[in-house]
């Protein structure tokens, strides 16, 4: 261990001061809008970001390559267009896959801090989005914070708002200790399976419930029917798709369980507002 070394918004544990100062040559961009700190990172290969916190909280959203964030407690794997929340202070380090990656890191300052705590939102936690929605909000983001003019402001003002209010839903849902572990199981059968047909005796079946206690039960915990998560799986898993490979339309919809590409559209476009040819228009880093 090279100790602690404080350098811009970070701390970091295990680089030397030169090292750390070094990692600055892979910012892009970085500018402030709304109290927003926006900085947007290439990063090499197989590359590592040292054990690290930041000062601020946090989000950021992965634009291109994947990578796989470490802390003492978690190992999350992260592909394009993630979107993940970093409470200030959290010690994580970050190590880039065979492609390397691009991501855009937007840091916030005490007035947001400040508004959160005022709004009731708390975050004990990393969080890592669990609706594509977010990605779409952040790619919007990103193409407000290029621009200078009032109204760019205020729309990457509400842009990150949204994206702050649909972590706090994630973190409403999120399982704690009273939660039954058949209901776990279910949540996991629609993880494994969303691309299949299930209905809600079959699932019900899977983990030994009625199905009417499942239906009940699950809308309390996750705030949706097992159809509608199941759902925004398929949603999820056709964004991926969408950013990271060139498959048609029709082969994505098949995929993701959609009866046709027709289907699979109109669903897109009612959950997130956006064409699939728009959102993979959206998609594409100049």
């Given at each position: ?29 970085e ?46 794997a ?27 890191l ?19 936690g990393p ?17 407000e ?17 949204e994206?702050?209010a ?11 200790g ?5 209901l ?26 009625h ?21 925004r ?17 029709a ?36």
């Open positions: 261990m090279a100790g602690q070394f404080h350098h811009l918004r970070a701390r970091y544990y295990d680089a030397d001061p030169a090292s750390a100062r070094a990692l600055r040559g892979y910012h892009l961009t500018r402030e809008t709304a109290g927003l700190l926006a900085t947007e990172t290439y990063h090499p290969p197989r590359f590592t970001i040292p054990s690290h916190s930041h000062d601020l909280p946090s989000f950021y959203l992965v634009l291109e390559g994947a990578l796989t964030e470490f802390s003492r407690s978690s190992e999350r992260l592909g394009a267009y993630s979107v993940v929340f970093t409470p200030a202070g959290h010690i994580h380090r970050n190590t880039f896959h065979d492609r390397g990656g691009r991501c855009l937007v840091e916030l300052t005490p007035a947001w801090t400040d508004r959160l705590t005022t709004a009731g939102m708390s975050f004990q969080l890592v989005a669990g609706a594509s929605e977010l990605a779409l909000l952040g790619i919007k983001l990103r193409r914070l290029h621009d200078a003019d009032p109204v760019a402001i205020l729309a990457a003002e509400g842009l990150a708002l994206i702050l649909g972590f706090a839903r994630d973190a409403q849902q999120l399982p704690s009273d939660c039954p572990d058949w776990l199981r279910a949540r996991d059968l629609l993880h494994d399976r969303f691309a299949e047909s299930l209905g809600l005796a079959e699932i019900a079946a899977a983990v030994g419930v199905p009417v206690h499942l239906a009940r039960v699950f809308r309390k915990r996750f705030r949706c029917t097992p159809g509608e998560y199941q759902r799986l398929r949603v999820e898993h056709a964004s991926r798709e969408l950013a990271t490979t060139r498959r048609s339309l082969a994505i919809a098949h995929s993701a369980g959609f009866a046709d590409q027709a289907h699979f559209s109109r669903v897109f476009r009612d959950r997130t507002g956006w064409t699939p040819a728009r959102f993979r228009a959206a998609c594409s880093i100049g």
